[in-house]
């Protein structure tokens, strides 16, 4: 999916579920069951695709689902390190 950051993603395929006549609320509850790690790829100056961010998807009170930052390029880890790290764990990579 094309979006220009992660957080853009929900709004996206709220878009998208709501031609299929998805509600809102339906959407949230299939994206929450279906992902939990964004990666998100932008090109450098020299045209060269890069990983810039990687995020996870967290559930807010409302059902609805937020996207929070684990790592980017730019800034390092994010609120959302702990979260990706006890996922990558539950797989038996660390």
Not at 40 to 54: A, F, K, Y
């Amino acid at each position: 999916m094309h979006a220009n950051n992660p957080t853009e993603v929900p709004a996206r395929l709220e878009a998208l579920a709501a031609l299929g006549g998805l509600d809102r609320a339906a959407l949230h509850s299939q994206l929450a069951a279906a992902v939990q790690v964004l990666l998100h790829v932008s090109r450098d100056r020299t045209g060269t695709r890069r990983l810039t961010e990687i995020a996870v998807l967290d559930r807010a009170d409302d059902g609805r689902v937020q996207v929070v930052t684990a790592w980017h390029a730019a800034t390092g880890f994010g609120c959302g390190k702990e979260a990706l790290m006890t996922l990558i764990r539950g797989r038996g990579v660390l």
